[in-house]
Nanobody, 118 residues
Framework: QVQVVESGGGSVQPGGSLRLACAVSGNIRSVNVMAWYRQAPGKERELVAVLTSGGATTYANPVRGRFTISRDDAGYTTYLQMDNLKPEDTAVYFC????????????WGQGTQVTVSS
C-alpha cells in the first residue's frame, strides 16, 4: 500500500507564496505520475497540476504561470510552489499519483489547508 502525506499549507495574504510538499511512502517501486488537486468548500475536487516521470508538466488554467510542480530526484517528494496567491486559491490541497506501473492511486490523504485572505 502506498501512502501520501501533504504538508506546507497555511494562511497568507493575497500575493503571498506557499510551498506544499507531498511525501509518498510504502511499497513503491516506481512513481509514474504525481499530481496536485484542490477542493474548495461546495466545489468538486479539481486537478491543479500534473508531473510525469519524464518531467512533463501540465497546469489548470487558473494557476498557470503562478504555480510550479516539481519533485526530488528520487520522486518520493513532490512539491507545489504557489506564488501570487489569490483568494480563489483557497482550498484543501491534495496530492496523489500512479505507482508501480499500475493505474491504482494511493488512498487520499487528509490534505493541507491553504487560505488566502486579507
Amino acid at each position: 500500500q502506498v501512502q501520501v502525506v501533504e504538508s506546507g499549507g497555511g494562511s497568507v495574504q493575497p500575493g503571498g507564496s506557499l510551498r506544499l510538499a507531498c511525501a509518498v511512502s510504502g511499497n513503491i517501486r516506481s512513481v509514474n505520475v504525481m499530481a496536485w488537486y484542490r477542493q474548495a468548500p461546495g466545489k468538486e475536487r479539481e486537478l491543479v497540476a500534473v508531473l510525469t516521470s519524464g518531467g512533463a508538466t501540465t497546469y489548470a488554467n487558473p494557476v498557470r504561470g503562478r504555480f510550479t510542480i516539481s519533485r526530488d530526484d528520487a520522486g518520493y517528494t513532490t512539491y507545489l510552489q504557489m506564488d501570487n496567491l489569490k483568494p480563489e486559491d483557497t482550498a484543501v490541497y491534495f496530492c496523489n499519483g500512479r505507482f508501480n506501473n499500475t493505474w491504482s492511486p494511493a488512498p487520499w490523504g487528509q490534505g493541507t489547508q491553504v487560505t488566502v485572505s486579507s
